[in-house]
C-alpha cells in the first residue's frame, strides 16, 4: 500500500508490506531527515513488524526495529523495540 500524509504544505509518503496474513511486515520512505555532516538531508527508513499476537480481539506486533540506509549505502539500525506489557483501558 502507498500511504500519503499531508500537513498544510508539508508531505510525506511510505510504502508499507504485508504478508499473506494482513498484518504489515514493513514500511519504506525516502522522506525521512537525518543530519549529516551538519547540514539535514532526506535519508531512506525501513521499518519491520514482527511477533504479531492477538490480544483483546487485536492483532498487535510484539517486536519492531527502524533502520536508516546513509547516502552511503550504509544501512543503520537505530532503534529496537519489543512489548512485554500491554494493557487497553476502557473508553
Do not use: C
Amino acid at each position: 500500500a502507498r500511504l500519503i500524509v499531508t500537513d498544510g504544505s508539508n508531505q510525506g509518503n511510505a510504502t508499507v508490506h504485508f504478508n499473506d496474513l494482513g498484518e504489515i511486515v514493513k514500511w519504506e520512505t525516502s522522506g525521512r531527515y537525518d543530519r549529516i555532516g551538519g547540514e539535514y538531508r532526506k535519508i531512506k527508513q525501513i521499518g519491520y513488524r514482527s511477533k504479531y499476537k492477538e490480544i483483546s480481539g487485536m492483532k498487535i506486533p510484539l517486536v519492531f526495529s527502524v533502520e536508516k540506509i546513509l547516502p552511503s549505502g550504509t544501512r543503520e539500525v537505530f532503534w529496537k523495540g519489543k512489548i512485554t506489557e500491554i494493557k487497553f483501558d476502557d473508553f
